[in-house]
């Protein structure tokens, strides 16, 4: 069987490209070009709104954003992936005003607004290689890069941890996503070489070393082009059934939950409430069980603790498909350390580790058991820890 290509990791693309596109469009240069990661998640899936611990990291893919002041009072965008007229919107937007990709802009400008910051007229251009609908945060990277450049352009000062908050309520309250805050997260806080140890409770982190390379191992992300669709409504539903669950248990969030908790705390709860606080509580172990195990520098370690979240966002969180599944299934069977679906479930990417030698054989048996099962073509690449938010130019 010939081995098919995997698109191995790369530095971010130059912002030459998108600066040509501003010129292109609005008659001269921005002030600058700020870009903003994807991520993958390594561990820590739905605990995130949860007042839990996740564990991301960013990735090279990303989008950058080239932006400018003007003296109007609207705001013009134009994306890449979307090359139509510029959308138009006021500055003074408000939800519902704005549809579709260019929504994700316009919530940062009003999430900002709302917070008491003065802004003026821009002029944006952006352009993403973070694959869409895969579950790799495209949205928080497309929102983030439009906030750094509005919080330095109008000398805001605003905090990393408070500008991502600000970038999740554009999500959740403009958009209508409810999500938690760990993309926008990432996106701003992510260090090159490092996964990032979130609490999302207090915003504290610490930066973990990462590099598999070194161990002779290698994290491949497989896209499953299912459709990743998180809008409508079953996201919303895992969230809502946590929140109940834990106005049922007396908690501030499942967060507050350990696992020796669980058989006390089970019988109060519904059939299906029991297993969706039994996934966020075992997850938050996983998750500081793994950094544990590569703080003690056993990478190999982490494999069945990947594999354990998977199994318990399949049967208890309810958030795998069919494609998810049998990536991670065919990525075990081919010799897989351990494999996992990454990011809101429904669709999107599995991340396998797996010894570098190994890695075109492990993806060639994914693609080979969606031929068989009559799924669309996987694609993959090799996943490297990047830098966070930042001007490029």
Same mark, same amino acid.
């Not at 109008?154 to 905090?159: K, S």
């Not at 497989?222 to 669950?245: F, I, K, M, S």
């Not at 494999?303 to 599944?325: I, K, Q, W």
């Given at each position: 069987?010939?081995?098919?290509?995997?698109?191995?990791?790369? @530095?971010?693309?130059?912002?030459?490209?998108?600066?040509?596109?501003?010129?292109?469009? /609005?008659?001269?240069?921005?002030?600058?070009?700020?870009?903003?990661?994807?991520?993958?998640?390594?561990?820590?899936?739905?605990?995130? =709104?949860?007042?839990? /611990?996740?564990?991301?990291m960013a990735l090279p893919h990303g989008v950058r954003a080239a932006v400018a002041r003007t003296s109007a009072d609207h705001?013009?965008?134009?994306?890449?992936?979307?090359?139509?007229?510029?959308? @138009?919107?006021?500055?003074?937007?408000?939800?519902?005003?704005?549809?579709?990709?260019?929504? $994700?802009?316009?919530?940062?400008?009003? +999430?900002?607004?709302?917070?008491?910051?003065?802004?003026?007229?821009?002029?944006?251009?952006?352009?993403?290689?973070?694959?869409?609908?895969?579950?790799?945060?495209?949205?928080?990277?497309?929102?983030?890069?439009?906030? &750094?450049?509005?919080?330095?352009? /109008?000398?805001?000062?605003?905090?990393?941890?408070?500008?991502?908050?600000?970038?999740?309520?554009?999500?959740?309250? #403009?958009?209508?996503m409810p999500c938690g805050v760990m993309d926008q997260m990432a996106s701003v806080r992510c260090e090159e070489g490092r996964?990032? /140890?979130?609490?999302?409770?207090?915003?504290?982190?610490?930066?973990?070393? #990462?590099?598999?390379? +070194?161990?002779?191992?290698?994290?491949?992300?497989?896209?499953?082009?299912?459709?990743?669709?998180?809008?409508?409504?079953? =996201?919303?539903?895992?969230?809502?059934? &946590?929140?109940?669950?834990?106005?049922?248990?007396?908690?501030?969030?499942?967060?507050?939950?350990?696992?020796?908790?669980?058989?006390?705390?089970?019988?109060?709860? +519904?059939?299906?409430?029991?297993?969706?606080?039994?996934?966020?509580?075992?997850?938050?172990?996983?998750?500081?069980?793994?950094?544990? @195990?590569?703080?003690?520098?056993?990478?190999?370690g982490i494999g069945p603790l990947l594999t354990a979240s998977h199994a318990s966002l399949r049967d208890d969180y309810e958030?795998?498909?069919?494609?998810?599944?049998?990536?991670?299934?065919?990525?075990?069977?081919?010799?897989?350390?351990?494999?996992?679906?990454?990011?809101?479930?429904?669709?999107? &990417?599995?991340?396998?580790?797996?010894?570098?030698?190994?890695?075109?054989?492990? #993806?060639?048996?994914?693609?080979?058991?969606?031929?068989?099962?009559? $799924?669309?073509?996987?694609?993959?690449?090799?996943?490297?820890?990047?830098?966070?938010?930042?001007?490029?130019?």
């Amino acid at each position: 069987m010939t081995h098919a290509r995997l698109l191995h990791a790369t @530095t971010p693309a130059s912002a030459s490209r998108v600066t040509a596109a501003f010129e292109d469009a /609005f008659g001269g240069r921005p002030e600058g070009v700020w870009a903003a990661p994807g991520r993958v998640n390594v561990i820590g899936e739905h605990t995130d =709104y949860n007042d839990g /611990f996740v564990l991301p990291m960013a990735l090279p893919h990303g989008v950058r954003a080239a932006v400018a002041r003007t003296s109007a009072d609207h705001v013009r965008v134009v994306s890449l992936q979307a090359p139509d007229e510029p959308v @138009t919107f006021p500055v003074d937007v408000r939800p519902g005003d704005v549809t579709g990709w260019a929504a $994700y802009v316009a919530g940062v400008v009003w +999430s900002v607004r709302d917070a008491g910051h003065e802004l003026g007229g821009l002029d944006v251009v952006v352009d993403g290689d973070v694959p869409a609908g895969a579950g790799l945060s495209s949205s928080a990277a497309l929102e983030c890069s439009v906030a &750094c450049a509005i919080d330095e352009l /109008f000398g805001l000062g605003i905090d990393r941890a408070d500008l991502a908050r600000l970038a999740q309520r554009a999500e959740n309250d #403009f958009v209508g996503m409810p999500c938690g805050v760990m993309d926008q997260m990432a996106s701003v806080r992510c260090e090159e070489g490092r996964l990032l /140890f979130l609490d999302t409770r207090s915003s504290e982190v610490d930066q973990v070393p #990462f590099d598999p390379a +070194s161990h002779g191992r290698t994290l491949l992300v497989v896209d499953t082009h299912a459709p990743h669709r998180l809008v409508d409504g079953e =996201y919303a539903r895992r969230r809502a059934a &946590c929140e109940e669950a834990a106005r049922t248990l007396g908690v501030a969030a499942l967060r507050d939950l350990t696992v020796d908790d669980l058989p006390t705390v089970s019988p109060r709860l +519904s059939d299906e409430h029991r297993r969706r606080v039994r996934h966020v509580v075992t997850e938050n172990d996983r998750v500081r069980e793994t950094v544990r @195990t590569l703080r003690r520098g056993d990478l190999d370690g982490i494999g069945p603790l990947l594999t354990a979240s998977h199994a318990s966002l399949r049967d208890d969180y309810e958030v795998t498909v069919g494609e998810l599944d049998t990536a991670v299934e065919a990525a075990l069977a081919a010799g897989a350390l351990g494999a996992r679906m990454t990011g809101g479930g429904f669709g999107g &990417c599995v991340i396998a580790l797996v010894a570098t030698e190994r890695a075109e054989a492990v #993806f060639d048996e994914v693609r080979s058991a969606f031929a068989t099962a009559g $799924y669309p073509e996987p694609t993959a690449f090799t996943a490297v820890p990047a830098a966070g938010a930042r001007r490029v130019q």
